[in-house]
């Protein structure tokens, strides 16, 4: 009988304690709407996303020049890109392909197509 009870009570206490949290949680976003802290973290996110490499970065990483051909480029690339998948860096590989991204995009505007 005291057990039935005991389980009864503790039940019932985590009933009442869930239903506490869940209505505590709905009024901390409800408070952070009205503040604008949902909207300012919703922009930083975008803010951050947004954060794209420029030409002087790309190159920068790369180790090349304005005046450096596209294949010279690539072969930059293709060792720094190669040089980071052995050594484990995933970081350093995806800024070097990002940096290879740009200049490809750069490459295209001047030529009006593709790289070759």
Not at 34 to 43: F, I, P, R
Not at 47 to 65: F, S
Not at 80 to 91: I, V
Not at 101 to 107: I, R, T
Request: charged residues 25%; hydrophobic residues 40%; proline residues 2%.
């Amino acid at each position: 009988m005291a057990g039935r009870l005991l389980a009864n009570l503790i039940v019932m206490g985590s009933g009442i304690i869930g239903r506490a949290v869940f209505q505590a949680y709905r009024q901390a976003l409800a408070n952070a709407s009205k503040s604008g802290v949902a909207q300012e973290a919703m922009e930083n996110a975008v803010r951050k996303a947004g954060k794209a490499i420029n030409e002087q970065e790309a190159r920068q990483i790369l180790g090349v020049t304005e005046k450096t051909s596209w294949e010279e480029i690539l072969q930059k690339y293709d060792k720094l890109f190669e040089n980071n998948a052995k050594a484990g860096s995933f970081y350093l590989q995806s800024k070097v392909h990002r940096a290879k991204e740009c200049l490809e995009d750069v490459y295209r505007s001047k030529a009006n197509g593709p790289p070759s």
